[in-house]
């Protein structure tokens, strides 16, 4: 048996439980970016020598995996997506209030660079966000996703944001947005 079973060669692809859809719905756009998610940050654990950061986003890359089961499976599919759990979420806020107290994490705007991990984690927020996004336009097209699903990934998005600024941090880096020459509001929660 191989995995080239040339079935989406027309450009067609199945979701959970059989159905057969264009590869350029919506839904298989929001479960391509999660499974996009989940490989950019298996590249920023593979040159992140934070074992406390490396192991908590391994254990995430196995969630996200559920995560994009879930929104690959439609409402009419006799299977049941995997559940997604605000527990789930809860854990990712309890991991984002532990690191943002830590001293220095938060001082600053971040200027992306500084650090190969760090900025390999900045890449994976921004895909995060556009798998949030994604995933807002298919359930504003009147798809049903759980709910949970779309609080995880903006969740996971401050987290990934705070795991650069973590690994800067125990680096001894600056990677302030704000320096003499560049004047302006330091950081706020309101973004």
């Not at 500084?114 to 390999?120: D, W």
């Amino acid at each position: 048996m191989s995995i080239a079973t040339k079935r989406g060669d027309g450009g067609q692809t199945s979701l959970v439980g059989g159905h057969r859809v264009s590869k350029g719905e919506p839904r298989v756009e929001a479960y391509g970016s999660i499974d996009e998610l989940n490989s950019v940050m298996g590249f920023a654990r593979s040159i992140c020598d934070d074992a406390e950061v490396c192991e908590l986003v391994k254990a995430i890359q196995r969630e996200l995996f559920a995560l994009g089961a879930a929104v690959a499976t439609p409402a009419e599919s006799r299977k049941k997506p995997p559940p997604v759990s605000a527990e789930m979420v809860e854990i990712l806020t309890e991991h984002v209030h532990r690191i943002e107290a830590i001293e220095g994490v938060l001082s600053d705007w971040s200027l992306p660079g500084e650090h190969p991990a760090a900025s390999a984690f900045d890449v994976a927020r921004t895909v995060c966000r556009r798998a949030e996004r994604d995933l807002v336009r298919l359930m504003g097209s009147g798809e049903h996703v759980d709910p949970a699903v779309l609080a995880y990934l903006n969740r996971l998005s401050d987290l990934l944001w705070l795991f650069g600024r973590l690994i800067e941090a125990r680096a001894g880096l600056d990677a302030s947005l704000r320096d003499e020459k560049h004047k302006g509001n330091r950081w706020s929660r309101a973004w």
